[in-house]
């Protein structure tokens, strides 16, 4: 939605007055919807945070206390999200640079337990954030197909006719396999 903004310039002894119009944009603010992240479920909070959420006692009829519940169950994932999620690439790759550091001093001083330990604990660290990265990238990479796929038929059925080529078996093959 667009407006426009006047304003007249009053620096003229003509009785014409220069007026300077611009066109304003307007955003609509709308509330983006909740999308659950996969890799909540990994959290080791998680299950004990949706037994919290659903031994509230809600009064009402079933459908109502169903809706009511999921509601407070989402306020208390937004805050999980916020307090978990909040970049969980950055941070894969941070582990990942840290246990190639470990690997490197490892290198230079084999026989060194306690290097060791550190160089184990940062791959066990390093192995849960990939594993929670690919996760949320994969789950996002989905989401974009389907948004593409939706906003762009063209796209969508070019994927399907791609596919469908993929699994073909044309008639010269078929020919070449009775010989």
Known sequence: MSAYRSIFLFDCISDHYPTNVSIVEERCKFKKFFQFCNMWAQHPQFNALVREGWADSIEGCKM??????????????????????????????????????????????????EIQQAESLAYQKFKQSSYLAEMYLQQRSKAAWIKLGDDNARYFYLIIEHRKLKHLISSKSHLYLRL
């Open 64 to 113: 109502y206390q169903v809706v009511k519940k999921l509601k407070l169950l989402k306020k208390k994932l937004k805050v999980l999200k916020s307090q978990y999620s909040h970049d969980i690439v950055r941070e894969a790759e941070e582990d990942r640079k840290f246990l190639k550091q470990r690997q490197l001093k490892l290198q230079r001083d084999p026989s060194s337990v």
